[in-house]
């Protein structure tokens, strides 16, 4: 394993663990959208799918399992816990319109026409997109709490290091998987604006993240 693969996988594991200390310590989950954090949980479980059939190396399973859990943990404080904190007004992004192209393309663009890989395909392409509610419900409110934008810092830090993992695995390996990279890069431009402002606001001391309100 590489070094950007390692940093990559340690950035998620903050991001997640970031965004669980936010709403355990706050008791409250104002900010954050749970269509997102569903679709993360969606992400992980059809991923995963192979957890107890095929073993590659015991860092892989113990991370599978943590990002599993910690996802469904994740649910259960928003819809259960401190549903009553929940800005379910706010957060109204229409998921039919990602999961229906989403699961479209999974059939069409598949290494092979099987459950299993199929099931991760539609995660690769899942994931690429599953952070737009979220960005959408902070256009739509106009703001955001420093914590909630650190949790988008190291999720969208974590997709840039997958990058520069598979740069790097090409040019050690001659690796190259077309449906995680055209993904990636997806997913990464979507943090673009984002991550100008994180800097040029948050990095400077503002305690909220404001952004221009939709027309």
Known sequence: M?????AGDVSHLVAIIILLLKIWRSKSCAGISGKSQV???????????DLFTVYISAYNTV??????????????????????????????FRVEFLLVPVIGLSFLENYAFTPLEIMWTFSIFLEAVAIMPQLFMITKTGEAESITTHYLFFLGLYRALYIANWVWRYHTEG?????????????????????????TRVLRGRGKMSLPMPI
Do not use: H, P
Request: hydrophobic share 50%; with cysteine; net charge positive.
């Open 63 to 92: 991370m599978k399992v943590v990002f599993l859990a910690m996802s469904y943990a994740t649910v259960y404080l928003i819809y259960m816990r401190f549903r009553n904190t929940y800005n379910s007004e706010n957060d109204t």
């Open 2 to 6: 590489n070094v950007f693969r390692l």
């Open 175 to 199: 690796f190259f998987d077309q449906i995680a990279v055209v993904s990636g890069v997806v997913q990464t431009i979507f943090y673009c604006d984002f991550f100008y402002l994180y800097v």
């Open 39 to 49: 679709l993360f949980a969606l992400v992980f479980t059809t991923r995963y799918l």
